[in-house]
């Protein structure tokens, strides 16, 4: 079970890493995916086809992902992503702009999703509106596990997740069961005081897929009241394979 808790922390940290200086605006533009011909095959249980989205993502959204890491969400066009399968934890620091925070803290959040080949993606503009100057993100990666979907992996991820947010002081809001893109999994909605003075809301997606992957999809803002219909919009875009 050590590795699905690694998983749910992963996410946070990363959240709670970046409130301690706010994103940049540097990381790359998310780059638009073409909707698959009509010869390639889609799973009957998910979005994908081929390894990519098989329809296109929402007016005014952009699908980031890979076929190597499997999950796909669509982010709003004007976020910002990087793929941690393509840089390293230095590169990711200087384009996102984290300066100022703890070394061995950052990178061993970062470096857990470069290790999982994250994709990584902020809204450059929340962090200018934002008095914490905390840019809102999302970032998403999966891993094989040893849990299979039904109702005793559905308790496993409850209690990991209990655990985790107890571990970091996290309020927990929401803990329930959720069908993601057709695979049982849970979402989570919760609260981190940080030292810095400010609060991070943040939602988190876990889904058990059928060829034994687990994919975390983590959404963290300062400003929830504004960024709650994104985050709800963002989260019935998941596909996972």
């Known amino acids: 079970m050590m590795r699905v808790r690694e998983s749910i922390l992963a996410g946070l940290i990363v ?34 086809a081929n390894g990519v989205p098989a329809k296109s993502p929402p007016p005014g959204y952009t699908w980031a992902g890979n076929t190597a890491q499997g999950v796909w969400i669509a982010f709003p066009d004007s976020w910002a992503a990087i793929n941690m399968a393509k840089v390293d934890v230095t590169q990711a620091i200087s384009r996102l702009g984290l300066k100022g925070v703890s070394g061995s803290f950052l990178k061993t959040a970062l470096g857990q999703l470069s290790r999982q080949h994250a994709i990584f993606a902020a809204d450059p503009a929340s962090a200018v509106r934002s008095p914490h100057k905390f840019a809102t993100n999302g970032n998403a990666f999966c891993e094989t596990t040893p849990l299979v979907p039904g109702v005793s992996s559905s308790s496993a991820l409850k209690a990991s997740a209990r655990a ?25 909605e919760y609260t981190i005081p940080t030292a810095a003075g400010m609060t991070i809301a943040g939602t988190q997606y876990m889904v ?14 300062d400003n929830p009241v504004r960024f709650r219909r994104t985050f709800s919009k963002i989260g019935q875009t998941i596909l996972v394979p």
């Open 164 to 188: 985790q947010f107890a571990q970091i002081g996290a309020h927990v809001l929401v803990l329930e069961d959720a069908t993601i893109d057709g695979h049982a999994g849970i979402k989570s």
């Open 208 to 221: 058990l897929t059928k060829n034994s992957r687990l994919c975390t999809i983590t959404l963290s803002t």
């Open 15 to 48: 959240a709670v890493a970046a409130a301690a200086s706010g994103c940049g605006s540097t990381a790359e533009p998310l780059a638009p995916v073409a909707s698959p011909s009509a010869k390639t095959s889609a799973s009957p249980s998910s979005g994908l």
